[in-house]
């Protein structure tokens, strides 16, 4: 007898994710893209904080939802975030570093 096995990958927030500054609408817009883009299940957009980390110890992403999330901001906001950019780290920095970057290039 056979038996097929089902992984689930979900993320849970870490308490480095919990709300400690309240986020704008432009950042609150972006964070809920953020969660239903990359399907990350058990995070509430609005839990996040705008200074916490998105990789790493924050919100954990990683270098495969930068390239999910660059396109989908794209695709909304129609700015490119170019891969080979040497300011990546500090654009997906935080929700806060990466609302401002957008909002900074939507107005330009």
Do not use: C, W
Request: no cysteine.
């Amino acid at each position: 007898m056979i038996h097929s096995t089902q992984i689930r990958v979900f993320r849970a927030p870490t308490p480095s994710v919990i709300m400690a500054a309240p986020q704008t609408p432009e950042q609150q817009e972006l964070a809920e893209l953020i969660v239903s883009a990359l399907n990350l299940e058990g995070i509430d957009p609005q839990g996040i904080d705008p200074d916490a980390a998105l990789f790493g110890s924050g919100l954990g992403l990683d270098s495969i939802d930068a390239l999910e999330l660059a396109l989908e901001i794209s695709k909304r906001y129609g700015v490119q975030l170019k891969a080979d950019d040497e300011d990546n780290k500090r654009i997906f920095a935080s929700l806060r570093a990466l609302s401002d970057y957008v909002q900074q290039k939507r107005a330009a």
